[in-house]
């Protein structure tokens, strides 16, 4: 089984509950309309509900109180809906005007239990439709029904239940026994221009026909088979038709040979119950009783995806119904609910995770000349993929011996080479194309074993035509260059770079070289040096924190000769082979109070990359950003559904080199026209990936730049690898938990170099363990990922959309899907860091709502204003009266008001319809609460009138004065503030 080839999306499944349905109610039957894109339910309890394209709720009725819905379809000709009970047939017109629940007609009686039904569409027929029953007599009816035969007639009684009966002996139909037992299926076939029917009959299991047959004696095409048939379908495409029963087991047939299958399909374990064809990606399938599916592929018979429907109580076992919905690419059932299970057109959820190789992961490289991405794991297997499709193209079993496993690899600058070190300290020089070896270091006989295992290999630019040289890190922390000419078969140790760290940790800063007084007949980029200081005094720190260079990244272009390495211990180094010194940037212990509690390990920095642009590639960065270009990409969210092909680069730069670590060491004269100097470039920037979450950045004076904490679902995550673009305008880093970063550096890195110019863009799950390398391809705008998992995961760039992984059967679709998909070990979606608003930073200081506090307002100079016979004016009320400063937060009452009285006519239609509270207070007054403040409230509790059955009521004459006197100044005043509340 091709796990990886799935169609159909578990992780998105929907569910659709039906509202207004009874008790134990099921789903019986469910019809799609494709011409008006609306989907039909039919519950067993006579519940019709119509679904528009958009799965909203159409229209439903009620058809039945007593009898059980068995089937239903639709009449395309007479635009109405027919279903079956056991004894009757019923007809609703949906569209009828008043309620739906009227407009049904019921014909009856039938002489077996109807078991199933089918509409034969024929575009020749007009306002006419031929309906096909199936019963449990083994009888195949047809019934003619016209327009003419449903004239509505208007029901004078409004009855919930008001239906019309017809009597089925004034309709035209006929009859055949075709089956020995119940007839459980019947469909007409459109392009055969015959109808199916199958039974539980082992003789006549399917029967395929013309609709003449029913009509006289002749034979019929039977297909025989153990135990009949449930249910079956017909494929257009592939001419076949699929038939499953109690046996398990689906059949095709050809239509026209009824003798023998043509195929057939085994892996249920349980009874077929349902099939469902896709005609599109000639997919057929098909359910069994214990609710698993199974999808198969119609032309070579393989099994693409199995999955199971888990959810659901006791109740919900069984799944009655399923149609396949090709206007929408969805699987949809029913049983106690409606699901909807939507294809996908990529790699889909699976419960195997995505594995490109057995074991985990150790290297990752991408030759951008090639397109092609090479992969190590740990069992020693080197494989080269096509980016494109995701094929593979050859491999290597064990390229260093039996059992040596490979720690590190990298690709030269033309990429037709690539060089692998294994743990043994061996090295190999490997075509790329071919796959054939060509050099090799051996082991040295008294070396230890993974003593000089390999971390880190980088290629440099030999000076002199026919040579190879290669730089390596060691994990005991030693920084050498290999070399070999192409005349020789072997490499050689040429160069190492001295031991510095005692005599950084001595207590010195900066250490000066000079260069090496041994003369050497072959030119290196490197001088051979030597320490000035010859005296080494015993370290004083503590010997438990680690020494020994864990990374290193390369930099030799421009003027620059650098080496940058990160310590365990949290120490940067940098060899400046330029000004010959070797200097330390940043010690933990100069920023930091050391707690011997803490676990010193959180210094330990694991990746480090040198941030550097050409002048080419600082003229581009001036004209555009990558904010500018990731923002149109990033803006539609991770749930975007289509990328954008164009590249946020313009144009790659020609002779550049694949990634920033590799060595670019062409001449200034030769990459740059004349004028231009190191005065136009930009000075490197340091970029650090440390064991306690954090990046930071650096001057070559070692001043930090920026000390930035991603934002990540867990925080303070380490980090494990970084990558940049070609003109560094992004910067990918991984964590040990699977995240990807993705963060904006190109207007950080133009000077001045500002902290908000750095900006966090987008971060989202990729593994569910850690990953140990990230690879941006620019062109592509796409990132691959590689961890401990054993996969190698390829995404797009701004939006986080999964595209698959090397190794999945289905080739890679590289544009963007509408259907956005996550691998079956990843549940969280990506997540786009937006900048805060400056005015969501300020605080509320206000409560709110805010209401009109008397208290307040007697507390005003201008109370003369409230006698006033014409309401004040705007400026009037700004300037004297300060209204404002009489609001305050509105004072609750802890206690629920009674209410005792409603709908008082007196009172008018908007205060009348008001309730009367008793509110609790020490004079026992009882008032009617209008709309305004409690000033107008005690207002109207003084009005004048009478006291009756607990409650004040006036004569009409006093109510009009006394309201319009105390009331009206006081509402026109508010209206004044608010002008949106009504008088």
């Given at each position: 089984?091709?796990?990886?080839?799935?169609?159909?999306?578990?992780?998105?499944?929907?569910?659709?509950?039906?509202?207004?349905?009874?008790?134990?109610?099921?789903?019986?039957?469910?019809?799609?309309?494709?011409?008006?894109?609306?989907?039909?339910?039919?519950?067993?309890?006579?519940?019709?509900?119509?679904?528009?394209?958009?799965?909203?709720?159409?229209?439903?009725?009620?058809?039945?109180?007593?009898?059980?819905?068995?089937?239903?379809?639709?009449?395309?000709?007479?635009?109405?809906?027919?279903?079956?009970?056991?004894?009757?047939?019923?007809?609703?017109?949906?569209?009828?005007?008043?309620?739906?629940?009227?407009?049904?007609?019921?014909?009856?009686?039938?002489?077996?239990?109807?078991?199933?039904?089918?509409?034969?569409?024929?575009?020749?027929?007009?306002?006419?439709?031929?309906?096909?029953?199936?019963?449990?007599?083994?009888?195949?009816?047809?019934?003619?029904?016209?327009?003419?035969?449903?004239?509505?007639?208007?029901?004078?009684?409004?009855?919930?239940?008001?239906?019309?009966?017809?009597?089925?002996?004034?309709?035209?139909?006929?009859?055949?026994?075709?089956?020995?037992?119940?007839?459980?299926?019947?469909?007409?076939?459109?392009?055969?221009?015959?109808?199916?029917?199958?039974?539980?009959?082992?003789?006549?299991?399917?029967?395929?026909?013309?609709?003449?047959?029913?009509?006289?004696?002749l034979p019929v095409r039977e297909f025989s088979m153990p135990r009949g048939a449930n249910t079956f379908c017909y494929c257009t495409k592939a001419n076949v038709i699929v038939t499953g029963?109690?046996?398990?087991?689906?059949?095709?047939w050809h239509p026209n040979i009824s003798t023998k299958p043509v195929g057939k399909l085994v892996g249920h374990m349980f009874s077929i119950t349902e099939i469902v064809t896709n005609e599109?990606?000639?997919?057929?399938?098909?359910?069994?009783?214990?609710?698993?599916?199974?999808?198969?592929?119609?032309?070579?018979?393989?099994?693409?995806?199995?999955?199971?429907?888990?959810?659901?109580?006791?109740?919900?076992?069984?799944?009655?119904?399923?149609?396949?919905?090709?206007?929408?690419?969805?699987?949809?059932?029913?049983?106690?609910?409606?699901?909807?299970?939507?294809?996908?057109?990529?790699?889909?959820?699976?419960?195997?995770?995505?594995?490109?190789?057995?074991?985990?992961?150790?290297?990752?490289?991408?030759?951008?000349?090639?397109?092609?991405?090479?992969?190590?794991?740990?069992?020693?297997?080197?494989?080269?993929?096509?980016?494109?499709?995701?094929?593979?193209?050859?491999?290597?079993?064990?390229?260093?011996?039996?059992?040596?496993?490979?720690?590190?690899?990298?690709?030269?600058?033309?990429?037709?080479?690539?060089?692998?070190?294994?743990?043994?300290?061996?090295?190999?020089i490997w075509d790329f194309g071919s796959g054939q070896e060509m050099k090799v270091l051996p082991e040295g006989k008294d070396w230890k074993e993974e003593e000089h295992c390999l971390q880190?290999?980088?290629?440099?630019?030999?000076?002199?035509?026919?040579?190879?040289?290669?730089?390596?890190?060691?994990?005991?922390?030693?920084?050498?260059?290999?070399?070999?000419?192409?005349?020789?078969?072997?490499?050689?140790?040429?160069?190492?770079?001295?031991?510095?760290?005692?005599?950084?940790?001595?207590?010195?800063?900066?250490?000066?070289?000079?260069?090496?007084?041994?003369?050497?007949?072959?030119?290196?980029?490197?001088?051979?040096?030597?320490?000035?200081?010859?005296?080494?005094?015993?370290?004083?720190?503590?010997?438990?924190?680690?020494?020994?260079?864990?990374?290193?990244?390369?930099?030799?272009?421009?003027?620059?000769?650098?080496?940058?390495?990160?310590?365990?211990?949290?120490?940067?180094?940098?060899?400046?082979?330029?000004?010959?010194?070797?200097?330390?940037?940043?010690?933990?212990?100069?920023?930091?109070?050391?707690?011997?509690?803490?676990?010193?390990?959180?210094?330990?920095?694991?990746?480090?990359?040198?941030?550097?642009?050409?002048?080419?590639?600082?003229?581009?960065?001036?004209?555009?950003?990558?904010?500018?270009?990731?923002?149109?990409?990033?803006?539609?969210?991770?749930?975007?559904?289509?990328?954008?092909?164009?590249?946020?680069?313009?144009?790659?730069?020609?002779?550049?080199?694949?990634?920033?670590?590799?060595?670019?060491?062409?001449?200034?004269?030769?990459?740059?026209?004349?004028?231009?100097?190191?005065?136009?470039?930009?000075?490197?920037?340091?970029?650090?990936?440390?064991?306690?979450?954090?990046?930071?950045?650096?001057?070559?004076?070692?001043?930090?730049?920026?000390?930035?904490?991603?934002?990540?679902?867990?925080?303070?995550?380490?980090?494990?690898?970084?990558?940049?673009?070609?003109?560094?305008?992004?910067?990918?880093?991984?964590?040990?938990?699977?995240?990807?970063?993705?963060?904006?550096?190109?207007?950080?890195?133009?000077?001045?170099?500002?902290?908000?110019?750095?900006?966090?863009?987008?971060?989202?799950?990729?593994?569910?363990?850690?990953?140990?390398?990230?690879?941006?391809?620019?062109?592509?705008?796409?990132?691959?990922?590689?961890?401990?998992?054993?996969?190698?995961?390829?995404?797009?760039?701004?939006?986080?959309?999964?595209?698959?992984?090397?190794?999945?059967?289905?080739?890679?679709?590289?544009?963007?899907?509408?259907?956005?998909?996550?691998?079956?070990?990843?549940?969280?979606?990506?997540?786009?860091?937006?900048?805060?608003?400056?005015?969501?930073?300020?605080?509320?200081?206000?409560?709110?709502?805010?209401?009109?506090?008397?208290?307040?307002?007697?507390?005003?100079?201008?109370?003369?204003?409230?006698?006033?016979?014409?309401?004040?004016?705007?400026?009037?009320?700004?300037?004297?009266?300060?209204?404002?400063?009489?609001?305050?937060?509105?004072?609750?009452?802890?206690?629920?008001?009674?209410?005792?009285?409603?709908?008082?006519?007196?009172?008018?239609?908007?205060?009348?319809?008001?309730?009367?509270?008793?509110?609790?207070?020490?004079?026992?007054?009882?008032?009617?609460?209008?709309?305004?403040?409690?000033?107008?409230?005690?207002?109207?509790?003084?009005?004048?009138?009478?006291?009756?059955?607990?409650?004040?009521?006036?004569?009409?004459?006093?109510?009009?004065?006394?309201?319009?006197?105390?009331?009206?100044?006081?509402?026109?005043?508010?209206?004044?503030?608010?002008?949106?509340?009504?008088?």
């Amino acid at each position: 089984m091709d796990e990886e080839n799935l169609v159909f999306l578990i992780s998105r499944k929907q569910r659709v509950v039906i509202s207004g349905s009874r008790r134990r109610d099921v789903i019986k039957c469910i019809v799609k309309v494709p011409q008006l894109d609306l989907l039909i339910t039919a519950s067993q309890k006579g519940l019709i509900t119509i679904f528009n394209s958009q799965m909203r709720v159409q229209t439903s009725t009620s058809v039945t109180d007593t009898s059980w819905i068995t089937g239903c379809d639709y009449l395309s000709q007479l635009k109405r809906i027919v279903a079956t009970t056991e004894r009757t047939i019923i007809v609703w017109d949906y569209k009828a005007q008043g309620s739906g629940q009227e407009n049904y007609f019921v014909i009856k009686p039938m002489d077996h239990c109807l078991l199933c039904v089918c509409v034969v569409s024929l575009p020749n027929q007009l306002c006419r439709d031929d309906i096909l029953l199936g019963d449990d007599g083994g009888f195949v009816n047809k019934f003619t029904v016209n327009s003419d035969d449903f004239g509505l007639k208007q029901a004078k009684s409004k009855k919930k239940l008001q239906s019309q009966v017809l009597d089925s002996k004034n309709f035209k139909s006929v009859k055949r026994k075709l089956h020995n037992d119940w007839v459980m299926k019947i469909r007409y076939i459109t392009p055969l221009s015959c109808f199916g029917s199958c039974s539980l009959d082992s003789v006549h299991s399917l029967v395929l026909e013309s609709l003449k047959r029913l009509e006289d004696n002749l034979p019929v095409r039977e297909f025989s088979m153990p135990r009949g048939a449930n249910t079956f379908c017909y494929c257009t495409k592939a001419n076949v038709i699929v038939t499953g029963g109690d046996d398990k087991v689906l059949r095709l047939w050809h239509p026209n040979i009824s003798t023998k299958p043509v195929g057939k399909l085994v892996g249920h374990m349980f009874s077929i119950t349902e099939i469902v064809t896709n005609e599109k990606d000639q997919h057929i399938i098909s359910l069994s009783s214990a609710k698993v599916f199974r999808v198969w592929d119609v032309q070579t018979l393989s099994l693409l995806q199995v999955f199971h429907d888990s959810h659901g109580g006791p109740g919900d076992m069984q799944i009655y119904s399923m149609v396949y919905d090709s206007n929408h690419g969805m699987l949809i059932t029913g049983s106690s609910v409606m699901d909807m299970y939507p294809l996908t057109r990529m790699v889909q959820d699976t419960k195997q995770i995505p594995h490109t190789h057995e074991r985990e992961i150790n290297v990752m490289l991408y030759n951008r000349y090639f397109h092609q991405v090479l992969t190590v794991c740990s069992e020693s297997i080197i494989k080269v993929w096509e980016l494109e499709t995701g094929l593979q193209i050859y491999q290597i079993l064990d390229p260093h011996g039996f059992s040596v496993e490979l720690t590190s690899a990298a690709i030269d600058e033309t990429g037709f080479l690539f060089a692998t070190g294994a743990y043994n300290g061996t090295i190999k020089i490997w075509d790329f194309g071919s796959g054939q070896e060509m050099k090799v270091l051996p082991e040295g006989k008294d070396w230890k074993e993974e003593e000089h295992c390999l971390q880190r290999l980088i290629f440099l630019k030999a000076q002199e035509k026919h040579q190879y040289l290669i730089l390596t890190l060691e994990r005991n922390g030693k920084i050498k260059m290999v070399q070999g000419k192409e005349e020789d078969l072997y490499l050689v140790v040429t160069w190492e770079l001295p031991n510095v760290v005692p005599l950084l940790r001595d207590g010195n800063h900066t250490v000066h070289l000079k260069p090496f007084p041994k003369h050497r007949n072959m030119r290196i980029p490197f001088p051979d040096v030597q320490l000035v200081e010859k005296n080494v005094s015993r370290c004083v720190n503590s010997p438990d924190i680690s020494t020994e260079v864990n990374c290193i990244d390369l930099l030799q272009v421009e003027g620059y000769n650098l080496i940058a390495a990160g310590t365990l211990n949290g120490v940067i180094i940098l060899w400046d082979f330029i000004n010959f010194t070797v200097k330390e940037l940043y010690r933990p212990e100069d920023c930091f109070i050391v707690d011997p509690d803490l676990d010193p390990k959180r210094f330990r920095i694991n990746n480090i990359l040198f941030l550097f642009r050409n002048p080419e590639c600082a003229r581009r960065s001036s004209q555009d950003s990558v904010c500018s270009s990731s923002q149109c990409d990033s803006s539609k969210g991770p749930q975007s559904s289509k990328g954008s092909k164009q590249s946020i680069h313009d144009n790659e730069v020609k002779g550049e080199q694949p990634d920033v670590t590799a060595e670019q060491q062409q001449p200034v004269d030769k990459k740059h026209p004349a004028g231009t100097s190191v005065i136009d470039t930009q000075p490197p920037v340091i970029v650090t990936a440390h064991e306690d979450g954090h990046l930071r950045f650096w001057k070559l004076e070692g001043k930090l730049l920026k000390n930035m904490l991603p934002f990540t679902k867990h925080s303070a995550i380490s980090l494990t690898s970084l990558c940049t673009d070609l003109c560094s305008r992004i910067l990918l880093t991984g964590n040990v938990e699977g995240h990807v970063i993705l963060c904006s550096i190109s207007s950080f890195l133009d000077l001045p170099h500002e902290e908000k110019k750095l900006k966090q863009l987008l971060v989202w799950r990729a593994h569910s363990l850690e990953i140990i390398q990230v690879i941006y391809i620019e062109d592509k705008q796409l990132v691959l990922t590689a961890s401990i998992d054993g996969s190698v995961r390829l995404w797009h760039a701004f939006s986080g959309h999964y595209c698959g992984y090397f190794g999945q059967r289905r080739m890679f679709e590289l544009s963007q899907s509408s259907d956005f998909i996550l691998p079956c070990d990843v549940n969280e979606y990506p997540v786009e860091i937006k900048e805060e608003n400056k005015f969501t930073e300020k605080k509320q200081k206000y409560e709110c709502p805010l209401v009109f506090d008397r208290q307040k307002w007697k507390k005003m100079s201008s109370m003369s204003l409230l006698f006033k016979r014409t309401p004040p004016k705007a400026f009037e009320v700004d300037h004297d009266f300060k209204f404002f400063k009489s609001l305050s937060s509105p004072k609750i009452r802890r206690r629920a008001l009674e209410g005792f009285l409603t709908e008082n006519r007196e009172a008018g239609v908007i205060f009348g319809s008001l309730p009367i509270y008793r509110v609790q207070s020490p004079t026992s007054l009882r008032f009617l609460p209008l709309i305004g403040s409690e000033a107008q409230r005690e207002s109207a509790n003084s009005i004048p009138g009478k006291k009756k059955g607990g409650h004040v009521q006036h004569d009409k004459v006093s109510r009009r004065k006394s309201l319009k006197r105390h009331l009206v100044p006081q509402i026109n005043l508010a209206s004044s503030f608010f002008p949106s509340i009504p008088k």
